[in-house]
């Protein structure tokens, strides 16, 4: 299982990122996933998840009707959307299987850093 993020970055509080996950090593649309966030101090927590079919999607109170996730299983990619970031959403950002009591592959990306800040 290889899970490769990009697209943090320092923004603005209201603006916008988009992040990516490139998954390989297993087969991206047999699995429900997930992009969590860990913040110094605080346990890593999912944010946003959706089905393999892309049917069901559901989002933490926190970030609800400000970040999307799309995927695309053609590509193996999986993405985050986000927009009017506030400072809070700072954080490293992961994906990994996840959701509907699918548990999170052992092995985890190096994640890609979301500094929200003016």
């Known amino acids: 299982v290889q899970l490769v993020e990009s697209g943090g970055d320092l923004v603005q509080p209201g603006g916008s990122l988009n992040l990516s996950c490139a998954a390989s090593?297993?087969?991206?649309?047999?699995?429900?996933m997930s992009w969590y966030r860990q913040t110094p101090g605080k346990g890593r927590e999912s944010v946003a998840r959706?089905?393999?079919?892309?049917?069901?999607?559901e989002y933490d109170e926190s970030v609800k009707g400000r970040f999307t996730i799309p995927r695309n299983n053609a590509k193996n990619t999986l993405y985050l959307q986000m927009n009017n970031l506030k400072p809070e959403d700072t954080a490293v950002y992961f994906c990994n299987r996840g959701g509907w009591n699918d548990l999170p592959f052992d092995s985890w990306g190096r994640g890609t850093p979301v500094t929200v800040s003016s």
């Open positions: 090593g297993f087969v991206f649309g047999r699995y429900h």
């Open positions: 959706i089905s393999l079919g892309r049917r069901t999607i």
